[in-house]
Nanobody, 120 residues
Framework: QVRLVESGGGLVQPGGSLRLSCAAS????????MGWYRQAPGHQRELVAV???????NYGDSVKGRFTISRDNAKKTVHLQMNSLKPEDTAVYYC??????????????WGQGTQVTVSS
């Protein structure tokens, strides 16, 4: 059974920073892309950032230049460094591992979500 555990959300003032982490556990053989999505109330879930297995990154237009995604393959962890946060970044953030090979086969996994609130 593959499990994703997120951490690092919270309340921050505009202009501040937060770092989200998502750790995967279980009988994992390989992980492809790792990504972060977010969903604000009344809005659809949107892509924040994704990183490939070999480290290539892609970002949503609204976070380019402010957020940085990284991964630690040995620890099966993906991070999202968020700088210059704005009130419009307020959302529940979800990590996603869409292609994980485990002892059970291939799977698409989501974290439980972590709340990020940007407010003064």
């Amino acid at each position: 059974q593959v499990r994703l555990v997120e951490s690092g959300g919270g309340l921050v003032q505009p202009g501040g920073s937060l770092r989200l982490s998502c750790a995967a556990s279980g009988n994992i053989l390989s992980i492809g892309n790792m990504g972060w999505y977010r969903q604000a109330p009344g809005h659809q879930r949107e892509l924040v950032a994704v990183i490939t297995a070999d480290g290539k990154t892609n970002y949503g237009d609204s976070v380019k230049g402010r957020f940085t995604i990284s991964r630690d393959n040995a620890k099966k962890t993906v991070h999202l460094q968020m700088n210059s946060l704005k009130p419009e970044d307020t959302a529940v953030y979800y990590c996603n591992l869409p292609r994980v090979r485990s002892a059970s086969g291939w799977g698409d996994y989501w974290g439980q979500g972590t709340q990020v609130t940007v407010s003064s």
